[in-house]
C-alpha cells in the first residue's frame, strides 16, 4: 500500500501525537505512523480501545488531560481527511527522495505487504529504551527492565502477587514502585545508585518545574506508607535463581565509587526491575543519515536546530532522540516540529508569539532534563561485578570472557568487538549490548557509545519474499496533496 | 474467561494483553531456551527492541510475544534453538 | 626505531603480508588510521573461490593461496577463524548459462582446478532446498570459507608473536622521502621511517599511493550483504548462480547483481552480491537489496519466509584490469603495493602476503609476480 502526504509523523507517543496535531491544525496533511495498536506510545500506553479513544487510567497515567486533548484533536483531523493513522506498523527503513522521503514499513507478522509513505517531510518521534547494564544473572526469567515493567503494569494490566525489587536510577523507579502498589503488587524494595544530596546543586532547574518536584514527594510518601525501603547510593550486583530469578544481592556503593565493603545485602523477589535511565530510539535517524552527536557520558541524540530539523533535509525529530527528557519536553518540541513543518511547506500555523512560548519553555524543560542526568548517573563500578560467565550480548550469549578475547586480538571500539565476537550480530542488532560493550573498551571512559555503531539500516525484520517485491515507484511531486484543506484552530 | 494455549495449557487473558502479559499473569515466566546454550529467557524489555521474548505463535517462528495480542483460539509454544530448527522438513 | 616494513591497512591483506613478513624475519610496523579490519574486510563474506575465477594469473595466485589457507589452518589454529572446506556450487538456471558455465568450467579445470559436472538430480542431493528446475550445476570442492575478521585479527596476533607492532588510529598524511626514495610517512601520531612502506589500504589504496607519489587506479565498488534470522544448517555450500563470475569481471560501472547464498556457522544466512561504482556511498540503496532477495528466493524458495535482520554495504578495491596490484613501484623507490583485490581479497590474501615477502627478501616467488607488477600503471601516469 502506498500513501502520499505532506508530513509523515513516526510514532504516536506524545512527541510524535503533538507534532501531528500541529502539523495538521496548520492546514497540512499528516500520516500518523506507529507501531503499537493504539496511540500514546510508551508514556501513555493503555490497553486497545476504540481508535482515538481518549480516556485513560488516572491512577496509572500522568497528564491524562493533555492525552485526551491531543487524541480528540487527531481525530478531528481523522475525520476530516487531514490525518491518516496508520498503527501497527513497523517502519523499517526511512531514506530519502527527490521530493522529500520514503518511509517503508510492515506489520508485526503475518508480513504480506510492505507500507509505504512518501512525504514532503518526515518527523521521527520514535522515542527511547530502557538503557540496562549487565552484572551476573541479568538473563534469568524474571528480571526485566523497569520500563518492561511499566508496559506491563499500563498496557496489560495487574502484577499483584508478585513480590518486587526495583533497582537502578532515575525517576521512574519510584513512580514505577508507588505503580505497583497501587496495582496491589509488593514492593521488596527501591535500590537507587543516586546520592541523594546532588539534587542541592540543581535548585534553579528544579524551580522551572515544580509539579516534578510535588509528584517526586508524592511517590515517596506512597513507598512509606507501605513501608518500602530505599536504599540510595546502592546497585544490584548479582541476581541468583534456578529458572528464574529468585534472590538479589545490592549493595552499597561509598563515595570514591567502589563497593563499600561488608554492605552486601540479599533480597527474596519473584521479580526484578533495572533501569538505569533511557536511551533514544536512533535507528531510522541512523539509516537516513542524520547527525547524531554523543556527549561525553556516552549519551547519544539526534542533532537538531532551532525549528527541529536534522542535518537531513527532509526529516525533523521531536523528543527522547533529540536528548532524553520526558514527556513534558516531548509534548512541547512535537509542537514546535509539527508547526515548523507546516510553515516549511508554506503554511503559517500558529502565532509567532506561540512559537517563541513554546521555544521558552522547552529551555526550561531542557534544563531540568540535564540536572536530571547529571544527579542520576551511570554508576562507573558496574563492569566490577561481572564475571567471565556474566552473558554481555543477550542474543547471541556472548560472555564477558568472549568480549575480553576479542579487546586481545586488537579490538577498540564497538564495532571492531561486534566483528571479533559477535555481540551486537543478534536479532537486536546491539541495541541493548551497544552501550555496555562501549563501557568495557578501555581508554573510553564514561562508556562513550560510538555513534557509527547505531547504524541499524533494517530496523525491523521482514521476510525475503516481501523485500523481494517490487519497489513502487516515488510519489511524483505533482501528486503530493498540494491543496490541503485552509487551515484549521483546535 | 477467554483462552489460548501455550505448549498446550490453556492460558487465560483479558481483551488486549499481549501473550507474554497473560503468560506472566499465569506465572509462566520462561518463553523460550537459547540456541547455544539452552538457557532460559522470558519477558526483558517489554516492549520489543530485545528480542529475547521470542515464541512461536500459530505455525509462525520468532515473534514477539510481548508484541502479539492474546486472541481466543491463538496455539503458542516455547521455542529453542532457532526457533526454525524444523525449516524446509 | 625504524623498522624494515611498514604496512599500512589492518585488514586481511595488511595482515597477511605483516604475518609473512614477520615470519620471514622482519621487523614489522602495522597501521591503521581504524581499527583491526575495519575497511572491506569488516564487511567481507570470507569468500575463499576458485570458482569464480577465469584461467589466468588470478586463479593461479589463488591456487597457491587456497594451499596456503589450508597452512594457515594448522598452522594459527584455523577453528579460530572458521575456516570450512564446505565447497562451491555454481548453478545454471537456464540452457544459455549451462553452456556458459560448461565452457569456464572445462577451461578451469585444464588450469588445475578440481570441479565436477553435477547433473541436476544430483544438485538436488547436494542441496535439497535448491530450486527443482535448476538446469545443471558444478560442485568446486576447492572453495572455502573463512571469518574474515576473526582471520585478519589472527593473523596481525601472528605477527605480533613475531615481534611485529600494531599502531591504531594512525592515518598517513603525506610520506617522507630522500633521494627519490620513500624514506617513511608522516601520520596523525607521528612520523615513522621504515626501510620499506607497504600499501594495503584496500578501496583506499588509490589516495594513499598519491601520497607516497606512487599513484595506482584503484577505486571502491561497492556491495550490500542481506543477513537473515538464525537458521538450521539447511544450506550446506558456497552457491551461486553462474552468472557470478560475468558480473565479477564486468567493468560496467552500472549495477551488477548476481545471486550468492551460504550458511554460516553461527545460523545466519547471507545473501549477496551486487557491484555499484558510486564512490564511497554506503547509504542503504533499497532497490539493489530487493534484487538480492528475490536472487536468494529463486535459487531458495526455502527462504522465502526467512527475515532479514541485517543490510550492510562493503567496498571492494576495484582494479581497472581486474587484476590485484602487487609489487614494488618502479617510479618511487620504498614503495610496495599490495591491493585491487577486488572482491578477491579474503582468498588471495595469504599468497599476497607470500610475494610480498619473497619480493623483499630478494627470494623467488611462487607465483609470477609480473602480471600483477603495479609498473602496468607506470605508463601514462
Request: glycine share 12%.
Amino acid at each position: 500500500m502506498i500513501l502520499a502526504t505532506d508530513v509523515c509523523v513516526v510514532g504516536a507517543g506524545p512527541a510524535g501525537l503533538a507534532a501531528a496535531v500541529s502539523a495538521g491544525q496548520a492546514g497540512v496533511t499528516v500520516a500518523l505512523v506507529d507501531s503499537a495498536a493504539t496511540v500514546g506510545g510508551q508514556y501513555w500506553r493503555h490497553p486497545p480501545s476504540r481508535p482515538w479513544n481518549a480516556v485513560i487510567d488516572r491512577d496509572v497515567h500522568h497528564d491524562v488531560g493533555e492525552f485526551a486533548r491531543l487524541s480528540n484533536q487527531a481525530a478531528a483531523l481523522a475525520r476530516e481527511g487531514a490525518l491518516t493513522y496508520l498503527p501497527g506498523q513497523f517502519v523499517w527503513t526511512v531514506s530519502e527522495t527527490p521530493e522529500g522521503c520514503r518511509v517503508r514499513a510492515v506489520a508485526e507478522e503475518p508480513i504480506r505487504e510492505e507500507t509505504v509513505v512518501d512525504a514532503r517531510l518526515a518527523i521521527l518521534a520514535t522515542g527511547a529504551m530502557d538503557r540496562p547494564l549487565p552484572f551476573p544473572g541479568w538473563d534469568l526469567p524474571g528480571v526485566l527492565t523497569v520500563g518492561g515493567l511499566q508496559s506491563l503494569l499500563k498496557g496489560h494490566g495487574v502484577l499483584a502477587g508478585q513480590r518486587i525489587l526495583l533497582a537502578g536510577t532515575g525517576p521512574l523507579l519510584l513512580s514505577t514502585a508507588a505503580l505497583v502498589l497501587a496495582r496491589g503488587g509488593t514492593v521488596a524494595g527501591v535500590i537507587e545508585s543516586a546520592r541523594p544530596l546532588r539534587w542541592v546543586r540543581h535548585l534553579r532547574a528544579l524551580a522551572g518545574v515544580p509539579a516534578r518536584v510535588v509528584e517526586g514527594a508524592g511517590y515517596m510518601a506512597a513507598l512509606t506508607r507501605h513501608r518500602v525501603t530505599v536504599q540510595t547510593s546502592a546497585m544490584v550486583i548479582a541476581a541468583c535463581g534456578g529458572d528464574r530469578v529468585s534472590r538479589v544481592t545490592s549493595a552499597r556503593i561509598a563515595q570514591d565509587g567502589r563497593v563499600a565493603p561488608g554492605s552486601q545485602h540479599t533480597h527474596e523477589v519473584s521479580l526484578l526491575a533495572v533501569s538505569y535511565g533511557f536511551t533514544p530510539r536512533l535507528e531510522l535517524h541512523a539509516a537516513a543519515g542524520c547527525a547524531l552527536a554523543r556527549d561525553a557520558k556516552g549519551n547519544v541524540s539526534v542533532e537538531v536546530d532551532d525549528d527541529q530539523f536534522t542535518s537531513c533535509p527532509g526529516v525533523l525529530s521531536a523528543g527522547e532522540p533529540t536528548g532524553i527528557g520526558g514527556a513534558s519536553l516531548a509534548l512541547v518540541e512535537g509542537q514546535i516540529a509539527g508547526t515548523a513543518a507546516a510553515r516549511r511547506l508554506g503554511r503559517s500555523g500558529g502565532q509567532t508569539g506561540e512559537l517563541v512560548a513554546l521555544k521558552r519553555r522547552r529551555r526550561t524543560l531542557r534544563a531540568f532534563a540535564v540536572a536530571m542526568a547529571s544527579v542520576y548517573t551511570i554508576p562507573s563500578v558496574w563492569p566490577e561485578f561481572l564475571t567471565d560467565d556474566t552473558t554481555i550480548c543477550r542474543c547471541e550469549e556472548v560472555t564477558y570472557a568472549e568480549i575480553k578475547r576479542a579487546l586481545e586480538l586488537g579490538a577498540s571500539d564497538v564495532r571492531t568487538v561486534k566483528l571479533l565476537s559477535r555481540a551486537g550480530m543478534g536479532w537486536c542488532q546491539g541495541r541493548i549490548c551497544g552501550y555496555p560493550v562501549s563501557c568495557l573498551i578501555p581508554g573510553a571512559p564514561g562508556g562513550t557509545a560510538d555513534v557509527a555503531s547505531l547504524r541499524i539500516p533494517i530496523a525491523a525484520p521482514l521476510p525475503l519474499s516481501v523485500l523481494a517485491s517490487a519497489e513502487q515507484p516515488t510519489t511524483p511531486s505533482s501528486h503530493l496533496p498540494r491543496d490541503p484543506p485552509a487551515p484549521r484552530r483546535g | 474467561m477467554p483462552t489460548f494455549i501455550f505448549d498446550g495449557r490453556a492460558v487465560p487473558f483479558e481483551h488486549g494483553q499481549s501473550i507474554a502479559a497473560a503468560l506472566i499473569g499465569a506465572g509462566v515466566i520462561t518463553l523460550r531456551r537459547t540456541r547455544r546454550r539452552n538457557r532460559p529467557r522470558g519477558l526483558f524489555c517489554g516492549i520489543g527492541v530485545c528480542f529475547d521474548c521470542l515464541v512461536c505463535v500459530d505455525g509462525t517462528a520468532n515473534r514477539r510475544a510481548c508484541l502479539v495480542a492474546a486472541r481466543e483460539g491463538m496455539v503458542a509454544t516455547m521455542q529453542s534453538g532457532t526457533g526454525l530448527d524444523d525449516l524446509g522438513d | 626505531m625504524s623498522p624494515d616494513v611498514l604496512v599500512i591497512g589492518a585488514g586481511i591483506i595488511g595482515g597477511a603480508c605483516a604475518y609473512s613478513l614477520a615470519a620471514a624475519g622482519l621487523s614489522v610496523v602495522v597501521a591503521d588510521r581504524a581499527a583491526v579490519a575495519s575497511g572491506t574486510t569488516g564487511a567481507g563474506e570470507g569468500n575463499i573461490l576458485v570458482s569464480d575465477k577465469m584461467p589466468g594469473p588470478e586463479l593461479d595466485l589463488q591456487l597457491r593461496s587456497t594451499e596456503l589457507w589450508r597452512q594457515y589452518a594448522e598452522d594459527l589454529a584455523g577453528k579460530t577463524f572458521e575456516l570450512e572446506a564446505k565447497g562451491g556450487i555454481a548453478v545454471a538456471m537456464s540452457l544459455g548459462q549451462q553452456e556458459a558455465l560448461a565452457e569456464l568450467s572445462r577451461k578451469q579445470a585444464a588450469a588445475g582446478v578440481d570441479v565436477h559436472k553435477v547433473a541436476a538430480g544430483d544438485l538436488l542431493k547436494l542441496e535439497p532446498h535448491l530450486v527443482p528446475d535448476v538446469v545443471a550445476g558444478r560442485l568446486y570442492p576447492q572453495d572455502m570459507q573463512v571469518q574474515p575478521m576473526l582471520a585478519a585479527a589472527q593473523l596481525l596476533a601472528a605477527a605480533r608473536r613475531h615481534g611485529a607492532r600494531l599502531r591504531l588510529a594512525t592515518e598517513v598524511l603525506g610520506a617522507t622521502v630522500a633521494s627519490s626514495r620513500v624514506t617513511g610517512v608522516v601520520t596523525t601520531q607521528g612520523r615513522i621511517s621504515a626501510g620499506w612502506v607497504v600499501n594495503a589500504a584496500g578501496p583506499w589504496a588509490q589516495a594513499l599511493s598519491q601520497r607516497l607519489g606512487a599513484p595506482v587506479p584503484v577505486s571502491p565498488r561497492r556491495g550490500f550483504i542481506l543477513v537473515t534470522e538464525p537458521l538450521p544448517p539447511i544450506i550446506r555450500h558456497k552457491v551461486y548462480s553462474a552468472s557470478y563470475v560475468a558480473t565479477v569481471a564486468s567493468s560496467s560501472a552500472a549495477l551488477q547483481t548476481s545471486t550468492v547464498v551460504e550458511g554460516t556457522h553461527s545460523g545466519p544466512v547471507l545473501i549477496g552480491a551486487s557491484r555499484e561504482r558510486v564512490g564511497y556511498n554506503s547509504t542503504l540503496s533499497v532497490p539493489v537489496l530487493r534484487q538480492l532477495a528475490r536472487g536468494a528466493t529463486q535459487l531458495f524458495p526455502v527462504l522465502a519466509q526467512v527475515r532479514v535482520i541485517r543490510a550492510y554495504a562493503g567496498f571492494r578495491p576495484y582494479s581497472p584490469d581486474h587484476l590485484p596490484v602487487i609489487g614494488v613501484d618502479p617510479r618511487i623507490d620504498g614503495v610496495v603495493h599490495a591491493c585491487g583485490h577486488e572482491g578477491g581479497g579474503i582468498g588471495l590474501a595469504p599468497a599476497t602476503g607470500e610475494m610480498v615477502a619473497e619480493l623483499l627478501t630478494g627470494g623467488q616467488t611462487h607465483v609470477s609476480a609480473e602480471p600483477f607488477s603495479p609498473a602496468r600503471f607506470a605508463g601514462g601516469g
